[in-house]
């Protein structure tokens, strides 16, 4: 080979090797998609669920199913019947979630029918969930009480019934609410909790629920209290502990009638009194950051 055609081939000594390009921190990464909470409380707080999303014309208009987990963690699988899973629960951290998915999500697409994406390492910049998706049309979620979404009946045999059943027997039985966004009921031990996660901005969703605490309001019946808070993907999620034994059915009308009380509370624009400060303060301590 000559000098010219290895000049071409080969990086002359003491070249700088091209820097990877990282992608920019998001703090609220659904923001701007329909059901963002939804997708943040699949991503967080719920189990086993999964919604249907299109994709715009431009990456073919392909209809993808957005599920909170896959097996062994994977970031997405072409089943066999060729739909398209991609989780929301995945190991990819770049800074923004909607950019990690997307990526995933067009990786998937590309894959042949009954093949995992078993790799997905951390993207470049590049198209999130909100520059592929169809953003006109709602979401539906659909609660699972088991991972069966996972394979068709015709990818089972009797060791993956085995593994389907037992990865199944972890999922904390969860319900969501009708009547309200993005409320879920959950039982856990003998015990009942609502996470209800909120669209409005987080700071002013903690003054709303100071100010209704320190009025002795922020129970969403008789029976139940305020507990805490999740901070995740730039929104809250409150957490209130139930009566025991309340189910799911039971909290359509209370929290019908609470939502209108804490939009009032987020909404009001008065300073915070000393003892809603001394509220928000207590709130404060006890929410847990997730991721």
């Not at 093949?115 to 951390?122: C, D, H, Y």
């Not at 069966?148 to 999922?171: C, F, K, M, Q």
Request: proline share 7%; charged share 25%; glycine share 6%.
């Amino acid at each position: 080979m000559g000098k010219k055609s290895r000049s071409k081939r080969q990086p002359l000594a003491g070249t700088p090797k091209q820097k990877r390009q990282e992608v920019a921190y998001v703090e609220r990464p659904f923001e701007g998609l329909p059901g963002e909470t939804d997708l943040v409380a699949m991503r967080e707080v719920v189990p086993a669920a999964s919604v249907t999303v299109r994709t715009t014309a431009e990456h073919g208009a392909r209809e993808v199913q957005l599920v909170t987990l896959l097996p062994e963690s994977l970031p997405a699988l072409h089943r066999e019947d060729g739909t398209v899973l991609v989780a929301l629960q995945n190991a990819q951290h770049s800074g923004d979630a909607s950019r990690d998915i997307a990526a995933a999500l067009l990786d998937a697409l590309e894959l042949e029918p009954g093949t995992p994406l078993t790799t997905a390492g951390l993207p470049e910049p590049g198209p999130r969930l909100q520059d592929i998706l169809d953003t006109s049309a709602p979401v539906e979620i659909t609660v699972h009480d088991t991972f069966d979404y996972w394979l068709t009946p015709g990818e089972r045999d009797a060791d993956v019934e085995h593994a389907l059943e037992h990865a199944s027997e972890n999922i904390i039985p969860t319900v969501k609410v009708d009547g309200v966004d993005s409320a879920y009921w959950v039982r856990m031990g003998n015990r009942e909790f609502l996470r209800w996660a909120r669209p409005e901005d987080q700071e002013r969703v903690l003054d709303g629920i100071a100010r209704l605490h320190a009025a002795r309001q922020s129970a969403l019946d008789e029976g139940s209290k305020f507990i805490g808070a999740f901070r995740t993907c730039g929104i809250l999620i409150p957490v209130w502990e139930l009566a025991p034994g309340t189910e799911a059915a039971e909290l359509v009308e209370p929290l019908k009638a609470f939502d209108t009380t804490l939009q009032a509370a987020i909404a009001s624009t008065e300073p915070l009194t000393a003892d809603e400060r001394r509220a928000r303060a207590g709130i404060v301590s006890r929410q847990v950051a997730l991721r």
